[in-house]
């Protein structure tokens, strides 16, 4: 029973086109985990991993009603399955999903989709509460015929079974602007053991610098209440682009293996900046071929504001630095308007 309800909410996040029909089929998959899950909302289990912070498991469960953000992920998920079954018809598809939480958001509910044959998949989570919870939906569901390894371990630090080639790697522990959460770190380590075919989701976030005015900037303050989509979200006319700071995909950590650290160039701060007085961080992600998150389309896309540029009127330059050794944060450094 749960099995082919689960089925037909899936389908229908796949099917969907408009924002009103992205939330109410997220909203579905909301309350078929609610049904089904034994997860203690009110238990804080947050863990400090060196490369952020790991939500806690009641935390990781509420990422579902980030609706657009969850909808989108799935959608480019079972495109990227697709593409997988048809490249390789022979054989199963071998997934690595790190950071799975107690749903295994990403993964899960598309398995009814799939012949057992079809998928083999290794999901890790640091949390014991949230690898439980993903053993009893399985089993609640109906779905422990299908090869599903749960281990919990710091995605972090984890290394493959050799004989486990990724073909498809799934991520998705952010926060907006890169910050907190762990993501740079566990796919720095993914993708260092990804092969060529592999594919990687998100396959690109993009992180870009602007002087804005950002409490004009759309930002998503309730998704369960306030959802838009890129059509109705209307950024504040006046910001400024500046630069793209990096892109995390798979050629980045292929070049820039060892650094943990991104040191931006030096920008040249404006003199009038009456209509953008602040120095933000924005945040685009592409999922999956044309399947993207936008600015403010979900809470890890929301704007990030670094500093005013009030106080840094005695200052002509300002270089960006985002460090994820720790828990990832930003930081600037400036050059003073005396230095030539």
């Not at 002087?211 to 209440?225: H, M, Q, R, V």
């Not at 009038?272 to 993207?292: L, R, W």
């Not at 809470?299 to 005695?314: A, C, D, G, Q, R």
């Given at each position: 029973m749960y099995k082919q309800e689960l089925a037909i909410i899936v389908q229908s996040i796949i099917t969907s086109n408009t924002v009103d029909e992205h939330t109410k089929c997220a909203r579905n998959l909301s309350g078929f985990y609610e049904k089904i899950a034994t997860i203690n909302h009110f238990e804080n289990n947050e863990t400090h991993v060196k490369g952020g912070i790991a939500l806690s498991s009641s935390g990781a469960a509420d990422c579902v009603d980030d609706y657009l953000r969850t909808v989108y992920f799935i959608k480019g998920v079972y495109k990227a399955l697709i593409k997988l079954c048809n490249d390789f018809p022979e054989r199963s598809i071998n997934i690595l999903y790190a950071g799975c939480g107690p749903y295994a958001t990403l993964i899960l509910p598309l398995l009814p989709l799939f012949n057992k044959d079809r998928i083999k998949a290794i999901l890790l989570d640091i949390n014991a509460a949230s690898i439980e919870s993903v053993h009893h939906i399985l089993a609640v569901v109906g779905l422990n015929d299908y090869s599903i390894q749960l281990i919990e371990t710091d995605a972090i630090t984890y290394d493959k079974p050799q004989d486990f080639t990724i073909d498809l790697a799934i991520s998705e522990t952010m926060h907006y602007a890169l910050t907190r959460e762990p993501q740079v770190a566990i796919t720095q380590n993914i993708v260092s053991q990804l092969p060529s075919h592999g594919i990687l989701i998100p396959e690109e976030i993009r992180i870009d610098?602007?002087?804005?005015?950002?409490?004009?900037?759309?930002?998503?303050?309730?998704?369960?209440?306030?959802?838009?989509?890129?059509?109705?979200?209307?950024?504040?006319?006046?910001?400024?682009?500046?630069?793209?700071?990096?892109?995390?995909?798979?050629?980045?950590?292929?070049?820039?293996?060892?650094?943990?650290?991104?040191?931006?160039?030096?920008?040249?701060?404006?003199?009038?900046?009456?209509?953008?007085?602040?120095?933000?961080?924005?945040?685009?992600?592409?999922?999956?071929?044309?399947?993207?998150?936008?600015?403010?389309?979900?809470?890890?896309?929301?704007?990030?504001?670094?500093?005013?540029?009030?106080?840094?009127?005695?200052?002509?330059?300002?270089?960006?630095?985002?460090?994820?050794?720790?828990i990832p944060k930003w930081t600037y450094n400036v050059k003073s308007l005396l230095i030539d």
């Open positions: 610098l602007a002087y804005t005015f950002f409490d004009y900037e759309p930002s998503l303050k309730n998704a369960i209440d306030e959802v838009k989509g890129r059509d109705e979200l209307q950024p504040y006319p006046h910001s400024v682009f500046v630069d793209r700071l990096f892109t995390i995909n798979k050629e980045l950590f292929g070049t820039q293996s060892q650094n943990l650290s991104f040191k931006s160039d030096f920008y040249k701060l404006p003199d009038d900046f009456s209509n953008h007085p602040d120095v933000s961080i924005f945040t685009e992600i592409k999922i999956f071929e044309d399947i993207e998150l936008k600015t403010a389309e979900s809470y890890i896309t929301n704007p990030y504001s670094v500093v005013s540029l009030y106080n840094l009127i005695e200052y002509s330059e300002i270089q960006f630095i985002y460090d994820f050794s720790d």
